[in-house]
């Protein structure tokens, strides 16, 4: 069994910064790809930024210049710092991974979320 805990999400200011760590724990033997994914009310969960285990990096347009996803492969975490936020980054914020279990092979795994407010 793995579980993904998100942590530092908050209120900021319109301008502010926000760091963002996901740790995974668990029956692990590896973890392939991370990411980042975030969900406004009323609104499909969507791709915010991925790394792949090589440390390949993917952004959507919206966080490309302004956000930066990072991890650590020897703690199993994954980070995401957010600077120049907007009011339109507000959501609850997902961590993903894909972990290699041994004999099963590898399977998404998400974490409950952490909610980031900008006010403006």
């Known amino acids: 069994q793995v579980q993904l805990v998100e942590s530092g999400g908050g209120l900021v200011q319109a301008g502010g910064s926000l760091r963002l760590s996901c740790a995974a724990s668990?029956?692990?033997?590896?973890?392939?790809?991370m990411g980042w994914y975030r969900q406004a009310p009323g609104k499909q969960r969507e791709l915010v930024a991925t790394?792949?285990?090589?440390?390949?990096?993917n952004y959507a347009d919206s966080a490309k210049g302004r956000f930066t996803i990072s991890r650590d492969n020897a703690e199993n975490t994954v980070a995401l710092q957010m600077n120049s936020l907007k009011p339109g980054d507000t959501a609850v914020y997902y961590c993903?991974?894909?972990?290699?279990?041994?004999?099963?092979?590898?399977?998404?795994?998400w974490g409950q979320g952490t909610l980031v407010t900008v006010s403006s």
């Open positions: 790394i792949t285990r090589g440390g390949t990096t």
């Open positions: 668990g029956i692990i033997s590896s973890i392939d790809a």
């Open positions: 993903n991974a894909g972990v290699v279990r041994r004999l099963i092979g590898t399977i998404e795994v």
